[in-house]
């Protein structure tokens, strides 16, 4: 039953504020400990450490909006990075075609995890853990476990440069978050997204076609993937096999601090970029606070589990005899 | 007067239920056609098959005199059909406005006109007389407020048919007189409408045509004013043959359980009644009429706020479901595909998943020759239709599920026995079997607490009934109160609030 008073935590995290206050909240207890954290340079070098996990959580959100789940992405990111450098060295694309083919093959690979999930009816979880298996192998027997590197400098450019104090690879982010904002919040399939995630059987009888909204998650989230691949085969100027290993775990925990919830139908874009920046502020502050990264890895997974906890309490998961169904 | 709609000897069957045997219904341009019968009697499914959400297996239905075949709601949408579901159905965290142009919103360009949703919504919305910020999330209205938006969607796709299920089951008096204008404004449009309502008095003051509907059967139609309310009670309720019933009663025993002035804030007010040994105790009452509440406060799945229940003279406070089953209670409950049973499990495993707790172990392993004999003889003694006790659960028919739920319950010897709706969804057949198994359960000295919206059922089956409206205990008809017909109207009178009244 729902209460017509909601608590002031509620409210903030209905309105998405909740995760920005947490991003001050990380970034104040920080400086404080190091006045380094806030010095332009790190902030732009922030930016651009977390571009590649926010434009991997942007899609993300859809995905986690439907309800589903995508644990495929770093996998894919490293396919796709794979591809695009090998069809740009050894075929001799174009540098922008190479990057086409690299974000085409993140795409593909939503649509094949999509498809097992809306006609295959396998859940998320199992189609896109398949997913993350096969795309790492596809990526070791294409490049035989060696990196690609010796591109043409041009392909590298989005993972480096910077456009002032900005790099690249934020504004990329930023962009995609604004652009994900709008088609969420302005568009027909935003608004059928959110419904589908919240009630599908209200959906459904709306008129709503969930294979194809199912789809269109996979797919979003396969092609920025694919994207982030690029990124990264800038940022390292080679292409590397077993990059993005366990980069799925930093994602879903943006997205999750960023108030989405793992049952769907709750979050957003804003939400999500707040919490990819506390992620990486938290990786950032750790290491210049030079804690080992074995703290910091443990360190993360209990920040995510920490999102989890509150989120299910905001749902009332904890409260004690609930009606049926409730 | 056109004829909008019509259906034709139209059959739905379900894995062990024949819930549709040849329906046919019609109803005219501006005409309101009730639809009344009791839970299960095949309402909400003949308004599925309207809706497009499930597909007949017999029979046709026309549009306005042409055939319609649908492959989903979306289909049924496009042809006018309007569905208000009894559920509420809102995406909670949508917005009002969302909600109810949901999968038509208004466009400008690739975008959504947020200014016309809004405002189309807020005009649909004060056509009621309330006030409600379209703006809001659907979640944070309440169930009364929530109910109207699901009538505002419905009335938004210009629908020329429109079925309300138990549209004013949350409305406050004041909404339901505004909903009331709503659908006559509907009619002088021309708008059919199909009213599915418990609420008699509602029926008759709104309805042109009344249909009833018993046990998947059309049991007669007429036009309202040729209808009393008596004549519409009795037709629900039936004759049926007493072969169904196999009971032979007996003086009732010992006090087993004895409840007093129980009480869960906003769910059961104030229930007090005993149960004894060799008694059957049936429980009627509409859906959310705190039937179930009560069951799941007495094996401790729910906390309550006052009162006391004592078993067999003793005082006690469950607190879970083996706090009861430790004091001999136990529940079988209602649904038995996501409650009753584990289904990809044999029968085996099911029959001894209680009684496990209680022993038949050798060491610290399961005995398995004694888990199969256990489950051997209980497939014996109920009559359940199975190859071996490795079957799974999965693969019997409704009825045979419902007994192996029982055998479950039964390996622990509990002494009082709560079933919720055990004959819900099986075929005639089984369910005889089933009230066979009850009687020698009550003969044997078992007491027995039956909820049931089966009405001919817990009068052929109860020493005594209690009736159940608003988490009230509202009355107790003890057995042989009056001839069976009239008791039963009486019965249905007290759990719908009152035909006199009206």
Same mark, same amino acid.
């Given at each position: 039953m729902p209460e017509k008073t909601q608590s002031f935590l509620a409210t903030l995290r209905d309105k998405g504020w909740g995760s920005v206050l947490l991003l001050f909240a990380v970034v104040g207890l920080l400086a404080a400990f190091h006045p380094g954290v806030l010095d332009r340079q790190n902030m732009a070098n922030v930016l651009a450490q977390s571009a590649i996990v926010g434009v991997c959580a942007v899609g993300m959100t859809f995905v986690l909006l439907s309800g589903g789940i995508d644990l495929s992405v770093g996998s894919v990111l490293a396919l796709a990075g794979a591809v695009g450098a090998w069809t740009c060295k050894e075929l001799g694309l174009p540098v922008p075609l190479a990057w086409a083919v690299a974000v085409l093959t993140g795409t593909l690979c939503g649509l094949a995890s999509g498809s097992l999930v809306a006609f295959g009816r396998v859940p998320p979880f199992m189609a896109t853990l398949a997913m993350l298996a096969a795309a790492r192998g596809g990526t070791l027997l294409l490049t035989q476990g060696y990196p690609v590197s010796g591109l043409p400098p041009a392909f590298y450019t989005p993972g480096w440069a910077s456009v002032g104090p900005f790099p690249v690879s934020g504004l990329v982010f930023f962009g995609l978050a604004l652009a994900a904002w709008v088609l969420l919040q302005r568009t027909p399939f935003g608004t059928h997204l959110r419904a589908f995630g919240d009630n599908p059987e209200t959906a459904r009888l709306a008129g709503l076609s969930a294979p194809r909204l199912t789809l269109s998650v996979y797919a979003i989230s396969g092609s920025l993937a694919g994207l982030a691949g690029v990124l990264m085969v800038g940022r390292l100027w080679s292409a590397q096999p077993n990059v993005g290993m366990g980069l799925e775990l930093d994602v879903i925990a943006a997205v999750v601090l960023g108030g989405a919830s793992l049952f769907g139908g709750v979050g957003g874009v804003g939400g999500t970029v707040a919490g990819v920046l506390i992620m990486g502020f938290l990786d950032n502050g750790l290491r210049l606070l030079a804690i080992s990264s074995y703290v910091q890895q443990s360190v993360k997974g209990l920040v995510f589990i920490g999102a989890v906890l509150l989120d299910l309490a905001f749902k009332g998961y904890y409260r004690k005899g609930r009606g049926r169904d409730a | 007067m056109t004829l909008l709609l019509e259906m034709k000897n139209v059959h739905k069957r379900y894995p062990g239920v024949h819930a549709l045997k040849g329906i046919s219904y019609s109803l005219r341009a501006g005409e309101l056609h009730a639809l009344v019968g009791e839970n299960g009697a095949g309402k909400s499914t003949l308004v599925k098959v309207l809706g497009g959400v499930v597909a007949p297996d017999e029979g046709e239905i026309l549009i306005r005199g042409e055939s319609a075949r649908w492959s989903g709601p979306g289909d049924a949408i496009r042809a006018g059909v309007g569905i208000i579901h009894q559920e509420l159905s809102l995406a909670p965290h949508l917005t009002v406005a969302e909600n109810i142009y949901l999968g038509r919103e208004p466009k400008r360009g690739p975008f959504i006109d947020g200014r016309k949703l809004a405002d189309d919504a807020t005009r649909l919305v004060e056509g009621f007389g309330v006030g409600i910020d379209v703006k809001r999330r659907a979640g944070t209205l309440s169930p009364g407020e929530q109910q109207l938006v699901e009538i505002a969607k419905a009335i938004s796709q210009n629908v020329s048919i429109l079925a309300m299920d138990e549209p004013t089951s949350s409305l406050s008096a004041r909404e339901t007189e505004q909903l009331f204008r709503v659908i006559a404004g509907l009619r002088a449009s021309g708008t059919g409408i199909i009213y599915i309502s418990h609420h008699l008095e509602e029926v008759f003051l709104l309805a042109d045509r009344i249909s009833v509907l018993r046990d998947g059967e059309m049991a007669g139609s007429a036009d309202a004013k040729e209808l009393t309310p008596e004549r519409v009670v009795s037709l629900m309720v039936g004759r049926q043959i007493e072969a169904l019933y196999p009971r032979t009663f007996r003086d009732p025993g010992a006090v087993l359980l004895d409840v007093r002035g129980l009480s869960r804030r906003g769910v059961l007010e104030g229930v007090s009644f005993t149960l004894r040994s060799d008694e059957i105790l049936g429980v009627a009452g509409l859906? $959310?009429? $705190?039937r179930t509440e009560l069951a799941r406060c007495l094996v401790g799945l729910d906390p309550f706020d006052e009162g006391e229940i004592s078993v067999e003279g003793t005082p006690f406070t469950p607190r879970s479901p083996g706090d009861a089953l430790d004091r001999g209670i136990v529940l079988v409950p209602e649904d038995r595909k996501r409650q009753g049973l584990f289904l990809n499990r044999t029968i085996r495993d099911n029959t001894i998943a209680m009684r496990l707790l209680q022993g038949l172990r050798k060491g610290p392993f399961v005995d398995r020759p004694a888990s199969e004999s256990l489950a051997g003889s209980f497939v014996q003694r109920l009559g359940v239709r199975c190859r071996s006790v490795f079957d799974s659960v999965f693969s019997l028919s409704g009825g045979n599920q419902q007994k192996v739920a029982i055998a479950k319950g039964l390996a622990v010897s509990p002494k009082i026995l709560i079933l919720d709706e055990p004959t819900r969804g099986v075929d005639v057949g089984a369910k005889a079997e089933i009230h066979q198994i009850m009687n020698d359960l009550a003969a044997q000295g078992m007491g027995i607490l039956m909820i049931s919206s089966d009405l001919p059922e817990v009068l052929g089956m109860s020493d005594a009934v209690l009736v159940f409206r608003d988490g009230r205990c509202v009355a107790r008809f003890p057995r042989g109160e009056g001839a069976q017909g009239t008791l039963g109207e009486r019965v249905m009178t007290a759990a719908t609030g009152g035909i006199a009244n009206a």
């Open positions: - | 859906v $959310g009429s $705190g």
